[in-house]
């Protein structure tokens, strides 16, 4: 059996979003990666999407809290295509003042955490439902960038295949874990929810904003915000995010 195909039957042997941490870890060390992160990236106003990482808490709470989600070029970039790419080939703006740009400001806190290089990936893929779902998957390099160059002329398509694998895997153990939540919810199908928080829950499963929401029902944006936040809290969720995926395995709403 080749390397490539022992690195996807660990994945597929995984029966948890730990497991998938893990092994994933295991498997980019191989390939000389300090770390990963692995995000949905479905929408983009969504502040706090699910995220697989194994990148240090440090980093992680620094990208919160420079909402770097909103500047990262990477990230951006990952959104509009299908082919993997590393970060020295991503175009920064040039600063015309005093103020730097976000984007430039993103990758500079990511050498101060030590990081030389990286590689990004995006996948997009639908769920068990048919739900189309854009992620991206940043893998991070620590060593000289010149031995990056090397690793990635050779491993480039293997990291790539395993990517595709690993996104569907993450995903289907996403649904499993909160189908798993929802019992501690109750009855499967009892629906704690008014039907304006269904119906705002609903569009924005089909990926519209609140903004959005609020022109097609002809209420206002804090009307549409008053009416998620409530279902959030109904449902025992963290996000939005987490909220409407709760809803639709719970039977709650048709998307």
Same mark, same amino acid.
Request: contains cysteine; hydrophobic residues 40%; glycine residues 8%.
């Given at each position: 059996m080749s390397v490539l195909e022992d690195d996807l039957?660990?994945?597929?042997?995984?029966?948890s979003l730990a497991e998938i941490?893990?092994?994933?870890?295991?498997?980019?060390?191989?390939?000389?990666?300090?770390?990963?992160?692995?995000?949905d990236a479905s929408h983009p106003w969504e502040d706090n999407p699910l995220l697989v990482s194994t990148h240090s808490t440090a980093w992680i709470d620094t990208y919160r809290a420079e909402n770097f989600i909103a500047t990262d070029p990477c990230l951006a970039l990952a959104r509009r295509?299908?082919?993997?790419?590393h970060w020295g080939s991503v175009p920064l703006p040039t600063v015309?003042?005093?103020r730097k740009p976000g984007a430039i400001k993103t990758m500079e806190a990511a050498r101060d955490f030590g990081v030389n290089e990286g590689l990004t990936i995006p996948v997009h893929y639908n769920d068990a439902l048919g739900r189309r779902y854009s992620s991206v998957c940043a893998l991070f390099w620590k060593d000289p960038a010149n031995r990056f160059y090397a690793s990635l002329k050779l491993n480039s398509v293997q990291l790539h295949l395993i990517l595709l694998y690993l996104a569907q895997k993450i995903v289907d153990l996403y649904a499993?874990?909160?189908?798993?939540?929802?019992?501690?919810? #109750?009855?499967?199908?009892? %629906?704690?929810? @008014?039907?304006?928080?269904?119906? *705002?829950?609903?569009?924005? #499963?089909?990926?519209?904003? %609140?903004?959005? @929401?609020?022109?097609?029902?002809? *209420?206002s944006h804090k009307t549409v915000e008053a009416?998620?936040?409530?279902?959030t809290i109904k449902l025992g969720a963290t996000n939005k995010t987490q909220a409407t995926v709760q809803a639709v395995y719970r039977g709650l709403i048709d998307i």
């Open positions: 039957s660990a994945l597929e042997a995984c029966g941490r893990r092994v994933f870890q295991r498997i980019i060390e191989d390939y000389g990666f300090s770390s990963f992160g692995f995000m295509t299908n082919l993997p790419f015309t003042g005093k499993v874990e909160i189908r798993a939540q929802t019992r501690n919810f #109750g009855e499967l199908h009892a %629906s704690p929810l @008014t039907d304006r928080e269904k119906e *705002v829950l609903k569009w924005a #499963g089909m990926g519209k904003t %609140s903004e959005e @929401t609020a022109v097609i029902l002809n *209420v009416h998620i936040k409530s279902a």
